[in-house]
């Protein structure tokens, strides 16, 4: 009897553990579109392994430049032969992954000079990628679910203004434009701080990798220092940025997988803002299989 009376008491227990555990359950996001020889664009999504995948780079654009597309050998966009990737990210987004654009990167040539010229880029990446209507969208018509601003060189000043115009061309326009940012660990970020402080970013993947003083390998306490920082920040979701090898991904911060699950993600697991693991790049992942080896513990 007493056996008996204990099974709907522990039936109750763990479904309480198995609900708690979804409600923290993260995602996986990707940066794809800057190596030769990495998987397309709709096996990427078809892998199972990403909700977000991030095509990267806007490189150059702002200060009156014509702006440049770089996905490296996937695609030339002189030829007119990235209109083709449209079908991909249609694919990616039928199957519940969102596809981002991300501006800027490491190199390249960008920055805002001024709100006139915020309000600029935002209308060029609201025609050409988001929304609007152009005759020359480079990627075809998709729809892109957001941009990604990945801004680490040049000015500071004016994202915030970005910011601002592409979420009020998304109201106008009646489509949703997600904002994520990809800040080093290091508290605040120097380029998207101002950006971020907005309360307008859904998502925002911290590059806790190339940072010597707030990646894992600094040390429990520095590193959750850096964590807490970063959930301070008037956003949906905080992701932990990752180099998904340790062979040429990053020159700092590779955490192995059994590491990252055993030691790292049950230190921030609880945080209400956890939004899971982001990964540089899918070239990277498609030789290490990292994603595969942390998905079921994201």
């Not at 039936?11 to 190596?35: D, E, K, M």
């Not at 907005?198 to 850096?226: H, I, P």
Request: charged residues 15%.
């Amino acid at each position: 009897m007493a056996s008996r009376a204990r099974a709907p008491f522990q039936l109750i227990a763990t479904l309480f553990v198995a609900l708690l555990a979804t409600c923290h359950a993260g995602s996986i996001a990707v940066y794809w579109g800057q190596n030769d020889g990495e998987a397309s664009l709709a096996e990427t999504c078809a892998s199972g392994n990403y909700e977000f995948v991030i095509v990267a780079f806007l490189r150059k654009f702002g200060k009156g430049q014509n702006p440049q597309l770089d996905l490296a050998s996937h695609c030339h966009l002189s030829s007119g032969g990235c209109r083709g990737q449209s079908k991909d990210i249609n694919a990616c987004q039928r199957r519940g992954v969102k596809v981002l654009l991300s501006i800027g990167g490491g190199d390249g040539s960008y920055g805002l000079t001024s709100p006139g010229d915020a309000s600029q880029v935002a209308m060029y990446l609201w025609n050409n990628y988001l929304g609007g209507t152009s005759s020359s969208r480079p990627l075809g018509d998709a729809v892109f679910d957001g941009i990604d601003f990945d801004i680490e060189l040049g000015s500071t000043r004016f994202w915030n203004n970005l910011a601002m115009d592409l979420k009020n061309l998304g109201r106008n326009g009646g489509k949703t434009v997600l904002l994520s940012a990809a800040p080093q660990c290091p508290f605040p970020d120097e380029w998207d701080g101002d950006a971020i402080n907005t309360g307008l970013f859904d998502y925002v993947w911290v590059q806790f990798y190339n940072n010597k003083n707030c990646q894992f390998s600094a040390g429990r306490e520095a590193f959750m220092d850096a964590w807490k920082k970063w959930e301070s920040v008037p956003a949906g979701k905080i992701f932990l940025g990752l180099p998904a090898s340790s062979k040429g991904a990053a020159d700092t911060g590779f955490i192995p997988a059994g590491e990252l699950t055993a030691s790292v993600l049950p230190l921030i697991k609880g945080s209400p803002k956890y939004g899971g693991v982001m990964l540089w790049s899918k070239f990277y992942d498609d030789r290490s299989g990292y994603s595969s080896a942390i998905k079921s513990h994201v």
